[in-house]
């Protein structure tokens, strides 16, 4: 008779998300060449982004979270983005300086076809205007075409990607919480 085998520990949960994320994306698609929906900057902030179609136009979605806590940041921020074609690089829609509102920041475009897009975001705390922060750019697609992901998709990246932060940083902190203990 074979001597039993000890029982494996299930894969922990950011383990499962990464898998469920890389399984969402296709496994690394031309969209997400810039390192996926979600950006830390500075270890001080996470910041993802979603799309969804708004009549004729396109709503972005900015979540800004707090990257220790993962909850939206305490101090009052504003942002500013812009958006560039791809391969012309001009400039095809550009927000005025707002504010971010319970960790949200958005910004509604008209785009003049489906393609790809850079999206840059410049963010900042309002009692300290000259500390900017930029995460890296996104590359998106926009529209209904036949992109290597369409807006549905994003969003759906953006969730799983965001459940990975907050996945992470609750793991993190339970495990850093208990060697601090008595």
Not at 28 to 39: D, L, Y
Not at 106 to 120: A, H, K, Q, S, T
Not at 122 to 143: C, L, N, S
Not at 158 to 173: E, H
Request: one cysteine or more; glycine letters at 10%; hydrophobic letters at 40%.
């Amino acid at each position: 008779m074979p001597p039993h085998s000890r029982p494996r520990p299930l894969p922990g949960p950011p383990l499962l998300a990464a898998v469920l994320l890389l399984l969402l994306t296709g496994g690394g698609t031309e969209a997400v060449a810039h390192g996926g929906p979600v950006k830390v900057v500075e270890d001080r902030f996470v910041v993802t982004v979603v799309l969804w179609p708004a009549a004729d136009t396109t709503r972005l979605r900015f979540f800004v979270r707090d990257f220790q806590s993962g909850q939206a940041p305490a101090e009052a921020l504003s942002f500013r983005a812009h958006i560039l074609e791809d391969r012309s690089r001009a400039v095809t829609c550009e927000g005025p300086p707002a504010p971010v509102e319970d960790g949200e920041a958005n910004l509604l475009c008209r785009f003049p076809r489906d393609g790809y897009y850079e999206v840059f975001l410049k963010f900042w705390q309002d009692g300290e205007p000259a500390r900017v922060y930029e995460p890296e750019d996104w590359r998106v697609w926009i529209g209904e075409g036949d992109g290597s992901t369409n807006w549905v998709s994003t969003v759906v990246v953006g969730t799983a990607a965001a459940t990975i932060v907050i996945l992470g940083v609750s793991s993190w902190r339970r495990r850093h919480d208990g060697k601090d203990g008595p």
